[in-house]
C-alpha cells in the first residue's frame, strides 16, 4: 500500500480542527512540551527500538527538563511524615524499613506520635510517649502475577505473615505530680489521644486475657439534650443530630438519635451505630432524670466507633476483627494488642501490625494502618539520577560494545566467532583486539601492535573517583630515515589522534602518555608503552564517561582458560561462551569499587554472536515481551535489559545512572498527599495511554514504533520504502513532523524519524537546536533538497 504523507496529515488537521475546541497557533519547539518553565509532555519510543533511539530520547528528555522549572521532584504533603533516610544515607536496593530509625517518635512525626498527659477519674496527671519500630521489609526488585499487572517493579513485595510495624504508648513510671506510681484507680470514662486521635476510654475491665479497653473515636461529637439539636463537622460533612427517644428500661439508659434524618438503633452508652456513609455514632454517656421537668441528655461521637483494645487479642472495630476490613487495594491485616499491666496500672500497651495476605508498597501503592487510618507506608518514586545506555550486540559476526567514553561514542568489537568457537578477540582476523592482563597498583602498559592486523587496544586510567578510557588503533609505520614514524587512530573520533615521528617520542592524551618504544617497519610490529603518575592502568578494562567498568577478554592460547570463573575475563580458541565482568562505582562515585559487580555471559548461535544470560535476576518486561529486565541489587541499581528474540540474534543493553540511586519511601499520617513531579517521561508505545493527555514527541519510524505508524494513518508497521514512500524520508534522510494527536486532539504529537537509526538519531540532535516548528501539519524532510 502507497501512503500519500501530505494527504494524511491534511486529512488530521481538517479532523482536528472540526472536533477540537481549540485551534493551534503556529509555535517553535520547545513549545507547546516546556511552555513558561511548566511541562507537559512525554516522550514515546518503540518497544523494539533500538539501543541509541532510547539514548536519543534520553538525551532529549534531558535537554526538555532543563528548561522546566516550575515543578520538582514528587512530595508527599498534607500531614505528618518522615523520609526513611539520612543525609548521607538514601534508601537503596535492598536497605530494610528499620535501617534509618531504631524507632520513630515525636522528633519525627510531632502530631501522630506527640507526648501526651492522660488524665485519669481522679485527675491525677500522667506523662506517656508514642513510638513506631518498623519492621525488616527490604526494597526489592519483583515481579508478581497478583500485582501491576506482571510487570517488574522496584518496591516492597511483603508475604502474608509479615510484621509491618509495632506502635507503643509507654506511660513513665512517675505521675505528672512526681508521684511514685503510675496507678489508674478508674480508666472508664476518660480521654487519651493516640495515633494523632483522641478516643474516649467507655470500658476498662479485666477479663481472662488481662485487661480490656474499649474506645469510641471521640474527635468529633457533642452533647445534645431532648428537644434541642447539635451540628458537628466531621471532614468535609456536616451532621445535625438530636434525640428522637431517650429513657431508661429498667436496668440502664437507653437513647434513639436522630442523624441528618436518619434514626439509629436503640443505644446504650459505649455502643455505635453505622451511617450510610461509614461514619460510627457512638454513645458516650446517657443522663435521664425521671421526674416532671427533669432533663435528659446524650453524649455522643461520630467517627470510627469503637475500637476494642485486649491483651493478647486482635483488635475490634465496632464489634468486627480488625482482619476482616479491606482497605482499597483489597489487602487484610491483623492487629494485636499487648498490655502490660497490673491490677491497679496501666504501663503501656502495643499495638502489632502484621499482614494477612500478600501485600506490595510501591509507586502509587500506599499500605494503610488499618481500623485506625492514622498511619501508612508510602513510596513516591524511584529515582536514578542518569541514564547511560551500553549496548552489546553483534556486528557481522563479532560482539560488539557500543558506549561512551571519555572522547565520546565508541563502538568496541571484542569478540569474533567461526561459528562454533571463538576464534579472534576483536572484530575478524585482520583487525583484531590487544589486551593484556594488568597488576591493581600498576602505572605502566605495554602493547605490541602489528599493522597487518589491523590491532587496537584500550587504555584504562582509574584513580579513585576519576577514571579516563581511550581505543587506539595503529594505522601505519613508515621508514623515515629509519626513524619509522608510526601513526595511531583514535576509534571514537576516527582521525590520526597520535603521530609519532620517531622511537622515543611521547604523546599525551588526559592523564596517559603513550610512548613509542619500539617499531618496525619491515616486520610491521610497534611497541606502545602507556604510563601515569598516579592511580592505576588497565589494558584490559573499558570504563564509560559515567564510570561503569566492564573487563575485556584476554587471548590466552598457551594456557587454559576457565570462562566459568566470574570476573576473570579470560578466553582461548576452544571456548562457546565467555562472561564479561561488569563493575558500578560504589555509593561515593569511586571507579571499580561497587560491591561483587555482575556478569553478561556472550554466546554463539547459528547467525553470530549474542549476550544469552545475565548474573542478575530478570524477568519478562511484560507478558509475552521478548525483552528481560534485571535490576543489580546495590546503591546505584544498573538496569540489565537482555532481548531474546524468537529467531535472530539477541543483543543487551546496561543502562547505568552514574550516580547513587534510591527510593523515597515515606511513614505519612494517612491524610498525606502525593504530588507528581510534571517532569518529561520516556515511556514505550504500549505504554502511550498512560500519557495520552499530554503533547507528545515519538521518537522513531512507523517499523519500531506503532505511535507513528498510527500518525502515519498505518494500522501496521511500515518499513524501509513504504516509510519512504508515507514520509519522502528515505536513505540518509529523517522527517521532523507535528500533528494533532491521536490520543487527545487538544494536543500535538511530533513524529522525529529517520530512516534508520542513525538518521533518528541525527532528527533528535536537530530538533534539539530548538528551530522546528509545533505547528499542526507542519513536516520537513532533511537533509534539505538542493
Sequence with gaps: ??????????????????????????????????????????????????????????????????????????????????????AADKFNMNNQLDDFYATIDE???????????????DNTEYKYDQKIALSAEALTFFQDSSFNDDKPIIGFNMDS?????????????????????????????????????????????????????SLLDSANGGVVAEGEEQTVVVGDKTYTVSIDFIGNDGTSNEVKLNVNGVITNTLNKGETYKLADGTYVGIKDISVQ??????????????????????????????EDISTLEDEHGYTSTITTYITNTSTALDKFILEWKLDDDAWVAPGTDLVMPGFNAIKLSMTEFVTPKKEVTTLSDSGDSMVISTTITDGEVKLPILHTN????????????????????????????????????????????????????????TSITDNSAKNTTKLKNLVTGGSDIEFSEVGDTADRGQITYTLDAADDTEKWATIRATVGSGTLYGDLLTTREGLTMRLPINLTSVAADSSVLGDGLISYNHTSWKMNVTEEDKDGNVNKG?????????????????????ITSYDEEEDSDWELGVK??????????????????????????????????LAESAATTTSSAQIAVVKDTEVTSVKDKNLIVVGGSCINTVAATLLGSSTPMCGDAFATATGAGVGKYLIATYASTYNTQKVAMLVA??????????IAKVKEGAESTEVDSSVVYPLAV
Design 1 to 86: 500500500m502507497k501512503f500519500n504523507f501530505k494527504k494524511i496529515a491534511s486529512v488530521m488537521a481538517t479532523t482536528v480542527m472540526l472536533g477540537s475546541t481549540i485551534a493551534f497557533s503556529a509555535a517553535a519547539y520547545p513549545t507547546p512540551f516546556v511552555s513558561s518553565g511548566v511541562a507537559d509532555a512525554a516522550i514515546v519510543v518503540g518497544s523494539a527500538a533500538a539501543a541509541t533511539d532510547m539514548a536519543a530520547a534520553t538525551d532529549l528528555q534531558a535537554s526538555l527538563n532543563a528548561g522546566v522549572t516550575a515543578t520538582g521532584a514528587t512530595t508527599i504533603s498534607g500531614g505528618d511524615t518522615v523520609k526513611l533516610e539520612r
Design 107 to 121: 522528633e519525627e512525626f510531632s502530631q501522630v506520635l506527640a507526648k501526651g498527659v492522660y488524665l485519669n477519674d
Design 161 to 213: 505473615g509479615d510484621l509491618i510495624l509495632n506502635y507503643t504508648l509507654d506511660f513513665t513510671p512517675t505521675n505528672a505530680d512526681g508521684g511514685t506510681a503510675a496507678t489508674f484507680p478508674k480508666l472508664d470514662n476518660t480521654k487519651i489521644k493516640m495515633l494523632g486521635k483522641e478516643f474516649y476510654i467507655s470500658a476498662a475491665e479485666t477479663t481472662a486475657n488481662g485487661m480490656k479497653l
Design 290 to 319: 425521671n421526674y416532671a421537668g427533669g432533663t435528659k441528655k446524650a453524649e455522643f461521637t461520630l467517627g470510627m466507633g469503637k475500637v476494642v483494645l485486649e491483651n493478647g487479642q486482635e483488635v475490634k472495630l465496632n464489634d
Design 419 to 474: 561459528l562454533t568457537n571463538f576464534d579472534y578477540l576483536g572484530e575478524k582476523a585482520t583487525h583484531q583486539l590487544i589486551t593484556n592482563r594488568t597488576a591493581q597498583t600498576q602505572t605502566v602498559t605495554y602493547y605490541k601492535v602489528n599493522e597487518s592486523l589491523n590491532n587496537y587496544f584500550v587504555t584504562t586510567w582509574i584513580n579513585g573517583d576519576d577514571s579516563e578510557s581511550y581505543v587506539y588503533e595503529i
Design 595 to 615: 560491591n561483587t559487580g555482575f556478569t553478561i555471559t556472550i554466546g554463539i548461535d547459528t547467525d553470530g554472536t549474542e549476550p544469552s544470560a545475565t548474573s
Design 633 to 666: 541489587v546495590s546503591d546505584l541499581a544498573t538496569n540489565v535489559r537482555v532481548y531474546k528474540p524468537s529467531s535472530g540474534l539477541g543483543k543487551a543493553e546496561i543502562i547505568y545512572a552514574g550516580e547513587e540511586s534510591y527510593a523515597n519511601v515515606y
Design 754 to 763: 529517520g530512516y534508520d537509526a542513525t538518521d533518528t538519531t541525527a532528527a
